[in-house]
């Protein structure tokens, strides 16, 4: 391979930013600093690059290169993007730098922190990159490490630990079990090559047993599941999201959780298309879990930061409704959902932050009435929980409705209850964040708040809540690089559908629709 | 008689003569010397054992003595891992009061005898090598004579060696008494007809207690953290890793190369025993508060994760192992470097004498926590891709065996458990603060050199595997399976 | 010797051995254990001999002596701990070397 | 050119000059009235059949969904972009003298643009998502302005509870709209008009239900029964913002939607459409005859003439329900801004028994006041005569229950209306502060005469030629037409104009005698505790309060304490603990005694010989 | 018909010569399961000479009842060993432990039951003559490899024994 692909570079820049921190005597912090943000920056520049560079209209994966790295169980570093992830690079490469910037809060062990936190953003970055299973997770372990160390070094509040080891636990588990359906998968295909571009076209056109397929398939999805906090394996999720340091939780929260959904789509759906029908119908009511379930759980909350996981949790529902539609239009809008979420996660996460430093507590019912006294971050805060309520503008609507509708034909009766869950509910906890923290009148004990006024400080949040606005107001910008790659996974998905019992499902929808009928009276109240 | 393939060990064995007549001769103020000098000569032999190539297997002493890729793979991970201990117990000589020539001496013995292990092709000169390993083990565990814990750890390693050398000699008279032989290749080729024969069965049972102690298999598990605790540190590392990987290699040359039909009739047993010996390892240790027998018990786990491999009865699985092996090594020779020279400042190896440890020494407390993660098997380091092979073979045997997938499940489950106290140790490292009254502690250039080899080591494996795991496929060519 | 045949060697050699096996479980001198390891190790030669004998093999005597020869080492190392021990603790119980547990 | 304007005023004043009064009222106020010019310009060039009929342009595509965005120009939303931005217009330049004391005025404006924005999408959108985009952004628009000031508790809550209210009703209508793209196939409203007429069925057994899920965002914007509850409340927001969202726009763009999808709504739909309209019109005016908030009265005036208006569409009579839709748009206009003419001037006093007297201090404002209720009480020859007459004449043809209950609804407009009028404006002042009042400035009075001709005149040329869509039928009419018209209602359908005139002069005759001098109400003493009942609204804020609190908050706790003792608790904790159980129980083997772990070695053999070869 | 006799006379005596070792129901004193130790291999090297391994048998006497068991009894008179101390007698551990070997036992007797009795029929008599010479050639041509091993086996544990057992050194 002669020459290095920008995505190689891409990957590069967190990881030669961690090996110059390391080098670095601990007391240069400014240079520290300036080494994260640079090569996080970098890295940003090269993703719009790639971005703007991807030719939709091509379906094989761009900015390629593949190098052999065991060659006897055919593993190779092969790296490229095609339209699932294009705009899961740019939004992880966004948030990765706004992630670098709001690490000015970190005030202890600077060189440790900067260092993970770059290797961090190099394997979320690598995991989304990587066309090679087992780098796919690869990537994504060694950017899991550094979160654990995070939340137990720089985390806060009172239950840190136990939030780590509970967080710990939980996506191991949900990683070794996506990683034996990985194996698994490799072997049944016949034991030659992780290169999931070759394996899919491979299965594709030699499907594997349906025996097969439905003993990897489970083991995919929940293993990834649990990594995106499906219900019921969620409740790792805000807690680790409460304790973690602001920059682990905007980066785990927003990119590396969407890991799992993207195995979905990417290795789960196109590679075993007949056990996903079966299995989809289980994930399309689990995600009611998340979204509803979730969604009641968040307005029981009192804590900003537990609200904020907790919603989370239910927008993950969204995505895995899109992808259980097993539609173009459901996995589009599972992916602009990803995209939406990552970035609209990151942003509430880092005002959240910014809020933290400034109260030391986010419990409702102590702060109050903030607006008046912050209005940059107010605004910017409101703005990021009505777009977390689905406010068109923002790229969460474009994404929530195209699942939607995506997802009505076959789910109507689940779709409608999503539908309940993104408009009613949503709103409903979302409002009262607003309603408690920053409107109304302002409690004692908290007038000294300062606002962020430095343009510098600024820049994340406006990075953040701009890409969000940008990508809403123009959807297309990410749809049309989505839908060829979309529309493969779905015509994969498709052509089983054909093969398994079409008269199942016809009935499924009409007693579904029925249902409906019956219920929307009662739901209307 | 191709004597001159016997060269390395027989380097090995002079080499230890040698140390200890210098000892006698040399002022008290240079025995520091005699360690670097040790570990050089063992260096000097490891560097060596790369001008011999063997293409294809080569036999002495009437076939009793192999050379194959395999017996020069291990020979090579033992005298890596014996450099590195000699140099750990030159650290370690202050904490000896008598006798460290003969210390280095031993381990130089017992090095040979494992070197010896590594080419055994005859139930005997298993036997022999076994013994020259345990007995040397026996004088090493016990060392510190004026330490209770350790003559006790000497007591029950001893007591329990003899139990299960008493079983394996059982065993191989039993092996010997029906296959009317015993080198492998006489047994491999009456295998067909004697592996009905219960006596003989009975016989192969008997040979696997004796090597299941040494690896520290359920349920000849339990003396493992008693004695690791109680050795001295260095002693402790030569054991987990040496010990460990001589009853390896030795029970796969026995049931891959001797009897693989009765190993491939045997995978349940197999997969039942690394299973359980997986789960025991890691539950007895998540109480753990002292780290040397928490690495004991870890060491049990790691003993079921490297029967994965066995219980696989595949090429695959077998390379896996010996990857995994080849990672094990720098591991727990980095975590016992690190616990070695922290019990210099303080005679505990409780948990919470690690604490703060990133302030004392920052280099300490990433080489420990490095290891930890290495062992929990996380990437990049070499844990995970070893246990990455490890599952991929076990898995791949699934389509045969239902009964394989159960046990990918507890594996899971295992590391899972393992993650706990692993980071639980990490969190001891960096969360807490050092006491004020501890120091920071100065690492000597030889041992920081000997970290940073551990350290790149795991990072090379974990990340750029493809030549070790090449030349761990080669190794395991030799096998009949 | 046309009755006696290899089982009978065999079986005694079994019962012996797990004579030695159950003074091992049962003994709490750790001398008295020792010697119990030693009955066993006797156990293993007396049916490597049979073996040797009923199969025209000299091979199992050879590891008869090399059997010996192990008892002999493990047995004197054995006994200088003991000595080593009894000095420390002034007992050879095995009840007293319980420092490390759990 | 219209729709963007606003949005680059609301855009600029966010980014430049959020501290600038001036500045921002001058951007919004400019944009809007530029609005309004070039809306009134391109009538007067294309007349009300434009040729270039719908333009879109490629949002987002997907498959088969498709989200064009594009504007839709026919008379309907001509019709609706001229009550938008001339009412509009009208209040955002009153908006600038009543909030001139505000220091957040810069905010206000950029709120004010956004939601002009928002209703202009609304009114010119061509498909069913665009539509449900501005839909959304006219909430949360709405949201902003009635919460504006947020730090009173009330205003805070009421914009909650308007924002999710309306949801609610969105809710509805995105169940309707995925129902209609998934049996037509389309979200844009002219090929769904064509696919519905090429094939009445085309929508199958789901008609009904499509229809009413639809209706449902209608219900939640318009303000229907049950969803009712969230507009009086607010009234908590400046009151240029009631009069610009509660009484001109925002509750309007139920009704325009209605008509806009009229095409999809069969029979049994418009049936429940029509009785929700009428209910909600009597219930709101049953409500308004006790309330003492003018703006509160106000508020339930505009619920029960939005009934009207749905229960006009739900009768088939989607022009009579625009043409009362604009009229009233300009005389509720005209009776908030008099409403928040003597709030500013009573120093922000709402209760109109504080008031009293007002005549003679506000005579400009009185006036124009007078001439607004007048219109709404539907009194020749103003303008709301000739729209509520339409109602009224189809309701006599299409369900005479309906029709006696408008009838009735009339009364009590009459009736409540005179008497804000007769408390508030006539008799003798009650409070200080009503005792000292002034005439408003000429910013804030001049938008009331401007809204007074409408008021007055907007009867007199009718809307019934846009739709008939024969001729040009513009500003110039003809003086013979326009006499015609003036007493057709009483040509064609005598009885529904005089059922009408009567009903309101029975109600201003009631109102005359019980409130004439009256210094107290004396209706409670005539009806007792009903008269509490309808005070407090019917207890409906309360009713839904428990409701809510029984339902949501109950299944939030069950969530809650599932996720905190089940899966938090009983799973992971139960795993934990088990683990953490075992891993000590296994320990206790680790006696430290040899002859233990000899013991354990024996029975380990034991075992494996017996687990191998015990059964042979 | 001899040799059947003593086979079955030394058997018994080797067994209750064991037996007494490990459980002498008369005395706990570690010299009197040395004793019985010695009885043990005494009775054995007569089994080995009946197995016809004359040189076995020989060392078997030398090595074990002149050396090993020396040792023994030099070192419970070094220390003085008394008695087994009869602290609680735990009869459930010896319970198990009876039971386990028990198992163990009956296993392995099992096992030996299945060899096909041929053996000991007499079809093929037995000629091997464990002989010194013959051993004395395999040892040192043929297994000269452990043989070496051995010797540093042995080194190995003097100098260990030497270092543990030392009073001070140095």
Known sequence: MSHISTITFLLLW??????????????????????????????????????????????????????????????????????????????????????????????????EYYFLLLVMIGGILGA????????????????????????????????RIYATYKITIYLSIGALLALIGLIALYLHAGGTTFDMIALTKQLSDSPLAPESQHLIFPLLLFGFGILVSLWPFHTWAPLGYAAAPTATAMLHAGVLKKFGLYGLIRIAIPMMPEAAHSWMHVLAFLCLGNILFCGFVAMRQKDLLLLIGNSSVAHMGFAFLGIASLNLIGITGAILVMIAHGLLAALTFA??????????????????????????????????????????????????????????????????????????????????????????????????????????????????????????????????????????????????????????????????????????????? | ????????????????????????????????????????????????????????????????????????????????????????????????????????????????????????????????????????????????????????????????????????????????????????????????????????????????????????????????????????????????????????????????????????????????????????GNLCALPQRSLKRLLGYSSIAHAGYLLLGVAAVSMAGSSAILYYLLGYLFTVLAAFTVICIVMREVDNDDISSFEGLHARSPLLAATLSLAMISLAGIPPLAGFFGKFLLLKAVIEQGANEPGYYCLVIVALVGVVISLYYYLGVVRTVYWTNPSPGQASILVSTPVRFMIYACIVGMLYLGLLPNAAVNLAIRAVQVFHL | MNGVGLEHYLIVSAALFCIGLFGVVTRRSVLVIYMSLELMLNAANLALVAMSRFNGNLDGQIMVFFTITVAAAEVSVGLALIVALYRKRQSTHVEDLTTMKL | MVLFLPLLAAIGIVVFAQRNRDVSAALSIGAIVAGFLLTILFVAINGWHPITGQVTALWFAVGDLRIEFGVRLDPLSLLMLLVVTGVGGAIHIYSRGYMREDPNAGRFFASLSLFTFSMLGIVL????????????????????????????????????????????????????????????????????????????DALGALATCAGLLIFCGAVGKSAQFPLHVWLPDAMEGPTPVSALIHAATMVAAGVYMLCRVFFLLNAPALEVIAWIGGFTSLLAAVIAIQQNDIKRILA???????????????????????????????????????????????????????????????????WTFLLGTLALCGIPPFSGFFSKDEILTQAFHHNPVLFGIAVLVAMLTAFYMFRLIFVAFRGTARSEASAHAHESPGIMTSPLVFLSIPTVFAGFWGIEGLFAGHGEIGMAHSPESLIGHLFSPFSHAPASAFAGIGAAGFGIMAAWRLYQDASADPIPEMIGRLSSVIRNRFYFDEIYGKL???????????????????????????????????????????????QTYALLFAIGVAGLLYFMLGNP | MTQEILFYVFSFLTLLSGILVVANPVSRNPVTSAMFLVLTILFMAGLFVLLHAFFLAAVQILVYAGAVIVLFLFVIMLLDLKEEETRRVRKIGAGIGILAVASVFGLMARTIGTIPPTASSGASRPTLEGLTAPLGNALFKQYLLPFEILSILLLVAMVGVILLSKKDLR
Not at chain 1, 58 to 71: C, D, G, T, Y
Not at chain 1, 352 to 371: E, F, S, V
Not at chain 1, 435 to 440: N, S
Request: glycine share 8%; proline share 4%; hydrophobic share 55%.
């Open chain 1, 14 to 111: 967190p990881f030669l930013g961690a090996i110059v921190i390391a080098l670095l005597p601990r007391d240069f912090r400014l240079a520290i600093r300036a080494v994260a943000l640079a090569s996080t920056l970098f890295s940003l520049l090269l993703a719009i690059k790639v971005f703007l560079q991807f030719d939709a209209s091509l379906l094989a994966p761009q900015f390629v290169q593949k190098v052999l790295w065991v060659e006897a169980i055919g593993i190779s570093y092969h790296v490229g993007v095609d339209g699932l992830n294009v705009g899961l690079i740019l939004m992880g490469a966004i948030v990765a730098f706004a992630a670098a910037c709001v690490s000015s809060e970190i005030e202890t062990r600077h060189k």
């Open chain 1, 128 to 159: 989304f990159a990587s066309l090679d299973l087992f780098f796919f997770y690869f990537f994504h372990e060694l950017a899991l490490i550094p979160t654990f160390i995070m939340i137990g070094l720089w985390g806060k509040g009172e239950n």
């Open chain 1, 351 to 525: 005002l959240a932050g910014y809020l933290y430093r400034q109260t030391h507590t986010l419990r409702m019912d102590q702060i109050k009435g903030l607006l008046p006294q912050i209005p940059f971050v107010g605004t910017v805060s409101i703005m990021a929980l009505l777009a977390g309520c689905g406010l068109p503008g923002f790229a969460n609507f474009v994404g929530e409705v195209t699942v939607f509708f995506g997802a009505w034909k076959q789910y109507p009766f689940v779709t409608a209850l999503s539908v309940w869950g993104a408009l009613v509910i949503g709103g409903v906890y979302m409002l009262r964040a607003i309603r408690t923290i920053f409107h109304g009148p302002a409690n004692e004990g908290f007038n000294k708040m300062t606002d962020a006024v430095n343009p510098l400080t600024r820049l994340p949040y406006l990075l953040l809540l701009g890409s969000l606005l940008c990508f809403g107001f123009f959807p297309r910008l990410l749809s049309d690089k989505i839908k060829p790659a979309a529309d493969a996974v779905a015509k994969l998905a498709a052509v089983a559908r054909e093969s398994s019992q079409p008269i199942e499902s016809t009935e499924a929808t009409v007693t579904a629709s029925s249902k409906i009928a019956s219920s929307v009276p009662t739901s209307k109240q």
């Open chain 2, 1 to 280: 008689m191709n004597v001159s393939l016997t060269i390395l060990e027989l380097a090995v064995v002079s080499l230890g003569i040698a140390i200890l007549l210098v000892d006698l001769w040399l002022p008290e103020q240079h025995r520091r010397l005699l360690g670097y000098t040790a570990a050089a000569g063992v260096g000097l032999i490891l560097v060596a054992s790369f001008l011999i190539s063997v293409p294809s297997a080569e036999y002495a002493f009437g076939k009793m003595y192999v050379m194959d890729p395999l017996a020069l793979f291990f020979k090579r991970f033992f005298l890596l891992a014996g450099a590195i201990v000699l140099l750990l117990s030159v650290e370690f000589s202050d904490r000896i009061e008598t006798g460290i020539g003969e210390y280095y001496t031993i381990i130089l013995f017992a090095l040979s005898g494992m070197m010896f292990a590594a080419s055994a092709n005859d139930l005997i000169l298993v036997f022999v090598a076994l013994e020259l390993i345990t007995v040397a083990f026996y004088v090493l565990t016990s060392f510190q004579r004026n330490n209770i814990k350790s003559l006790e750890a000497g007591v029950k390693y001893l007591i329990l060696g003899a139990l299960a050398s008493a079983f394996m000699v059982y065993g191989i008279a039993l092996i010997f008494g029906t296959a009317n032989s015993t080198k492998f290749g006489d047994i491999l080729a009456v295998a067909g007809s004697v592996s009905s024969n219960p006596l003989f069965l009975l016989g192969i049972l008997f040979v696997l207690v004796g090597l299941g102690f040494k690896i520290a298999a359920f349920p000849f598990q339990m003396w493992a953290p008693d004695v690791y605790q109680g050795s001295p540190t260095p002693t402790t590392a030569l054991l987990a890793v040496g010990s460990k990987a001589a009853g390896i290699v030795l029970l796969l040359r026995i049931l891959f190369s001797a009897v693989p039909q009765i190993a491939s009739q045997w995978t349940s047993l197999l997969i039942v025993i690394s299973g359980v010996t997986i789960l025991y």
């Open chain 4, 125 to 200: 959108s061509s498909g069913f998502m665009q539509m449900f985009i501005f839909w959304e952004l006219v909430g949360v628009s709405s949201y902003l302005l009635i919460g504006f000031w947020y730090e009173r508790p009330s205003a805070a809550d009421a914009s909650k509870k308007a924002f999710l209210t309306n949801r609610l009703g969105d809710f509805g209508f995105l169940l309707g709209i995925l129902m209609v793209w998934a049996s037509l196939g389309s979200l844009d409203f002219q090929t769904l008009e064509s696919a519905v007429h090429a094939n009445p």
């Open chain 4, 300 to 366: 339930y005036s505009t619920l029960s003439q939005l009934g009207y208006m749905v229960m006009a569409v739900g009768l088939h009579g989607t022009t009579p329900a625009m043409y009362h839709l604009t009229t009233h748009a300009s005389f509720k206009a005209l009776l908030f801004l008099g409403a928040g003419s003597v709030i500013c001037a009573l120093h922000h006093e709402q209760d109109i028994w504080k008031m009293g007297g007002l005549k003679k201090r506000m005579p400009t404002t009185y």
């Open chain 4, 548 to 594: 809510i609190a029984c339902s949501h908050d109950a299944l939030a706790q069950f969530s809650d304490s599932v996720d905190r003792w089940v899966i938090g608790g009983l799973l992971v904790k139960g795993i934990h603990g088990t683990t953490d159980l075992a891993g000590r129980a296994l320990r206790l083997l680790q006696t430290g005694n040899i």
